[in-house]
Structures are given as structure tokens and as C-alpha cells.
């Protein structure tokens, strides 16, 4: 990447680019992210993509960030709206699914979430920024028990994670059309018994 990227007209146009694939990236996958949808995508000439990002796989782990980083910040101003001490399972359910599975409910949403995970796997250059995320997700999960007036330590909400992507997962191999509710379910019943009084 050259100076001229570190102007202020080139920061704009690296950011729109990196947005553009962001989009891309939500709504097909990696394998969406192709220099020219980018491009087209933030409306720059298709040369930016190569001027602005030294590969492919640049572009796409900068993307991964900037969708991941804009869900946590989304996590984290609706924990700001929630009143602490709350104590209402089906709140905390709705905050856990919204960060573990993202704010989309449609089927198509989730599954993309999902094979965006596992795709990780074949991409080692993201694995350093995926563990970052997702120490920082776990953290926001544990505020959001906190604020909500639940304690949890880490081998418990390992175990609810689990629990909410071993029932997804299983959901969209028996092609569930509503996967977010059966883990909705799943994990308002496993909070229920851990949590609340019999």
C-alpha cells in the first residue's frame, strides 16, 4: 500500500472498501468477496481493491474484523439499554442469541454465520483474529449475565455456547426453518433450570 492510501481521501476509500466487503461478506460468505464485487460495491474503480490491499486474503481478514467488531458494538449498546438486575431469562436469551447467532433470524442469516465459522478453519490467517473476537465476545457474554443478575464462570458459559451451536447446527441439518427459535428454547429451558428457583 502506498503513502497516498494514508491521506484522508485514502483512509475514506479503504474504508469504503472494507465496508463494501463486509456487506459482501454477510450476505454470501468469503466466497463472496471478489475484487470487482467489492469494488462495484463501494463504487470505486476496480484497481483500488489491489492499490488499498496487498491480497486478497488482506481484504477479506479486514472485512472479517470490521463485521465482527460492528456485532460487538451492537452487543454492547443493547446491554447499555438493559436496566441492571434484570432478571428475565427470556430478555438475557434474546441478548445471548443476538451475540451468539447475530440480530438476523432468517434461516439463510444463520447458516451464512455458520459456514463463515467453520470456513475459518481453512483460513489460518484469520484464526489470530478470530480468537481475538471471540475472547471478546465471551467477555460481553459474561457482562451480560453479570447485568443481568446471573453468575456465571467460564466452564458454564463454554458449556451454554456449545449448547446453542450444537442445537443450531443440529436445527439446520434437519433444515428447521427457524433454528434461532429451537436454540431460543433450548437455552431459555437450560437458564430456567440453573437459574431460577424450583
Given at each position: 500500500?502506498?503513502?497516498?492510501?494514508?491521506?484522508?481521501?485514502g483512509e475514506?476509500?479503504?474504508?469504503?472498501?472494507?465496508?463494501?466487503?463486509?456487506?459482501?461478506l454477510?450476505?454470501?460468505?468469503?466466497?463472496?468477496?471478489?475484487h470487482?464485487?467489492?469494488?462495484?460495491?463501494?463504487?470505486?474503480?476496480?484497481?483500488?481493491?489491489?492499490?488499498?490491499?496487498?491480497?486478497?486474503?488482506?481484504l477479506?481478514?479486514?472485512?472479517?474484523e470490521?463485521?465482527?467488531?460492528?456485532?460487538?458494538?451492537?452487543?454492547?449498546?443493547?446491554?447499555?439499554?438493559?436496566?441492571?438486575?434484570?432478571?428475565?431469562?427470556?430478555?438475557l436469551?434474546?441478548?445471548?442469541?443476538?451475540?451468539?447467532?447475530?440480530?438476523?433470524?432468517?434461516?439463510?442469516?444463520?447458516?451464512?454465520?455458520?459456514?463463515r465459522?467453520?470456513?475459518?478453519g481453512r483460513?489460518?490467517?484469520?484464526?489470530p483474529?478470530?480468537?481475538?473476537l471471540a475472547?471478546?465476545?465471551?467477555e460481553?457474554l459474561?457482562?451480560s449475565?453479570?447485568?443481568?443478575?446471573?453468575?456465571?464462570?467460564?466452564?458454564?458459559?463454554?458449556?451454554?455456547?456449545?449448547?446453542?451451536?450444537?442445537?443450531?447446527?443440529?436445527?439446520?441439518?434437519?433444515?428447521?426453518?427457524?433454528?434461532?427459535?429451537?436454540?431460543?428454547?433450548v437455552?431459555?429451558?437450560?437458564?430456567?433450570?440453573?437459574f431460577?428457583?424450583?
Amino acid at each position: 500500500m502506498t503513502s497516498a492510501a494514508s491521506t484522508p481521501k485514502g483512509e475514506r476509500r479503504r474504508a469504503a472498501l472494507v465496508a463494501a466487503a463486509a456487506e459482501l461478506l454477510a450476505e454470501g460468505g468469503f466466497d463472496a468477496i471478489r475484487h470487482r464485487a467489492v469494488a462495484e460495491r463501494a463504487g470505486l474503480p476496480l484497481a483500488s481493491t489491489t492499490y488499498y490491499f496487498d491480497s486478497l486474503d488482506e481484504l477479506v481478514r479486514a472485512a472479517t474484523e470490521h463485521h465482527g467488531r460492528a456485532e460487538l458494538e451492537a452487543g454492547r449498546a443493547k446491554l447499555a439499554t438493559l436496566p441492571a438486575g434484570n432478571r428475565r431469562v427470556d430478555v438475557l436469551v434474546e441478548l445471548v442469541l443476538d451475540l451468539l447467532l447475530g440480530s438476523d433470524p432468517h434461516y439463510e442469516a444463520i447458516v451464512l454465520r455458520y459456514e463463515r465459522l467453520v470456513g475459518t478453519g481453512r483460513r489460518p490467517y484469520l484464526r489470530p483474529l478470530m480468537r481475538r473476537l471471540a475472547a471478546e465476545l465471551r467477555e460481553l457474554l459474561k457482562e451480560s449475565f453479570a447485568r443481568s443478575g446471573f453468575e456465571i464462570d467460564d466452564e458454564r458459559l463454554e458449556r451454554l455456547i456449545a449448547l446453542v451451536d450444537g442445537t443450531v447446527v443440529n436445527a439446520l441439518v434437519e433444515v428447521d426453518p427457524d433454528p434461532r427459535a429451537v436454540a431460543a428454547r433450548v437455552l431459555g429451558e437450560a437458564l430456567r433450570e440453573e437459574f431460577e428457583p424450583t
